[in-house]
């Protein structure tokens, strides 16, 4: 038994006390096929009234029109499919969502324009391809970010300046490892380190002098080795001992970083200004 079976007492949805003696599953309850207060159809908590049509949902169809919008959402992820379109237009947009969930997409489309954000996240989780087009342009990041990671690679170019920096990473994730140069520059750091994870090699010095030291410490984890001397004498310790080290596994490249350091440092003089010296005392007469 969990916390939530434990939590307050088992009322119904207008608040009264569940007796069991008055339910229409008396005879189940008394075979120890249901439980008050754990799990129960007429208990006001999703969680029991869940839990009731979970183990019997042959009987999920029969609550579908229940006054309880809880019941109706519940009973909605195990009633027939066939039995579910009605409920699209139910007033709750939690059972709005939980039917968009469950039929197939083709049903579904005019759901991308629903007034709630859940319901639209739902369909954008479910719709496919061009249909997910609706949404990309949504006022809500959420529906926003759950299209970008299902739509086609093709069309994610139109989304790379959404203006939410976690859409843009999404973007980057996905997006052709060609078309990632155009967001080499976003204003987002984060955005700027995706960028970096999966930017062609050749490409990764776009972002050598990145003002974000974790941007320029993901460049040098990937960037080829020759290049790494230039991030020797970045201002970031972390950085220079990463560069580093990278060199130092390439023997060749190590010698040369052994030599250059070995170089003595010649101390310039300047010769152009003759010394100044005391004034000559003039002796008495």
């Known amino acids: 038994m969990t916390a939530d079976d434990d939590f307050g007492q088992a009322l119904d949805w207008r608040g009264r006390v569940i007796k069991c003696r008055e339910c229409d599953h008396q005879a189940m309850n008394s075979a120890g096929l249901c439980a008050k207060g754990k799990a129960c159809i007429r208990d006001r908590r999703a969680r029991r009234v869940d839990r009731f049509l979970a183990e019997h949902r042959e009987l999920a169809d029969s609550y579908l029109d229940h006054p309880y919008f809880e019941v109706r959402a519940c009973a909605a992820q195990y009633a027939s499919a066939f039995r579910l379109p009605p409920l699209l237009d139910d007033p709750e947009p939690e059972v709005r969502a939980v039917t968009t969930m ?4 083709a049903r579904i489309r005019r759901m991308a324009f629903d007034e709630d954000t859940r319901v639209r996240v739902a369909a ?5 391809g061009t249909d997910l087009m609706p949404l990309i342009g949504d006022p809500e990041y959420m529906v926003r970010i759950t299209a970008v990671r299902k739509m086609p690679c093709e069309l994610l170019p139109l989304v790379r300046h959404d203006p939410d920096p976690e859409v843009r990473a999404w973007v980057a994730r996905r997006i052709d490892p060609r078309a990632l140069a155009d ?5 987002d750091a984060l ?7 999966r930017l062609p090699m050749p490409q990764l010095s776009l972002l050598a002098a990145d003002s974000d030291m974790r941007v320029r ?4 984890e990937r960037i080829a080795e020759e290049e790494l001397f230039g991030f020797l004498a970045d201002e970031e310790q972390v950085i220079r001992e990463l560069a580093r080290e990278r060199i130092g596994k390439v023997p060749e490249l190590a010698a040369r970083l052994a030599t ?3 170089r003595p440092t010649l101390r310039i003089v300047d010769n152009s200004t003759p010394p100044a010296t005391e004034p000559t005392r003039e002796s008495k007469t």
């Open 124 to 128: 954008a989780a479910r719709l496919e």
């Open 102 to 105: 469950r039929l197939p997409a």
């Open 217 to 220: 410490f993901a460049v040098v």
């Open 191 to 197: 955005v700027r380190r995706e960028v970096v994870a």
């Open 260 to 262: 250059s350091e070995q």
């Open 183 to 187: 967001m080499a520059f976003d204003t």
